[in-house]
């Protein structure tokens, strides 16, 4: 083999070994009913912005949980804003609870959650963005479970999935 062709295969050795040793923090989005299928993979980083918002399915009122990417990676809420209270909103806050423009927003206080099980219903008209991009949930059906949450993956497997839908498994 020449030389150049050594160096080239030693290279592209180099670059995959990278590939599966550089970690990135990934919001994703799986279905928990369906052995953790993953259908949405954002990449994201520490301090990274998740909004899911939806109508409220009684109320009719828009509501925004805001989350934010913790170390580890680990997912924080942030606050949860709505534009009214009602049946099944959180209004039992009083202390953390205040008024920015139209919404009314809860403090949550940066807690930790392990994951975030949202159920997804066309009625209430559920958006996600990740760092501002717009996360499809077209082609999850009504009536099923998603769970959202935040995990560190080698950026090799984030690629492969990319180019071919393969998943990573949830403990990968």
């Given amino acids: ?3 150049t062709g050594v160096i080239g295969l030693i290279l592209l050795a180099m670059a995959a070994v990278c590939l ?7 919001a994703t989005i799986r279905l928990p009913r369906s052995g953790q299928k993953l259908i949405c993979a954002h990449r994201t980083t520490l301090g990274g912005d998740i909004r899911l918002s939806y ?9 925004e949980g805001r989350f934010s990417v913790g170390p580890g990676p680990s997912l924080l809420v942030r606050e ?4 009214s209270v009602g049946t099944g909103l959180p209004n039992t806050a009083p202390a953390r609870t205040r008024r920015k423009g139209q919404w009314i927003v809860v ?10 099980d949202y159920y997804l219903s ?5 958006r996600i963005m990740v760092d501002g991009s717009s ?4 082609t999850v059906p009504s009536g099923s479970v998603i769970r959202l949450d935040v995990e560190k ?13 393969k998943d990573w498994g949830k403990d990968s």
């Fill in 122 to 126: 066309s009625v209430n008209q559920t």
């Fill in 107 to 116: 403090d949550e206080g940066m807690k930790s959650l392990p994951n975030l």
């Fill in 55 to 63: 109508l409220h399915s009684v109320e009719r009122t828009p509501v």
């Fill in 1 to 3: 083999m020449k030389r």
């Fill in 20 to 26: 599966l040793l550089f970690s990135i923090d990934v």
């Fill in 135 to 138: 996360v499809s949930l077209e």
């Fill in 153 to 165: 993956i080698p950026l090799g497997l984030y690629w492969l999935w990319h180019l071919s839908g």
């Fill in 80 to 83: 949860t804003r709505m534009m």
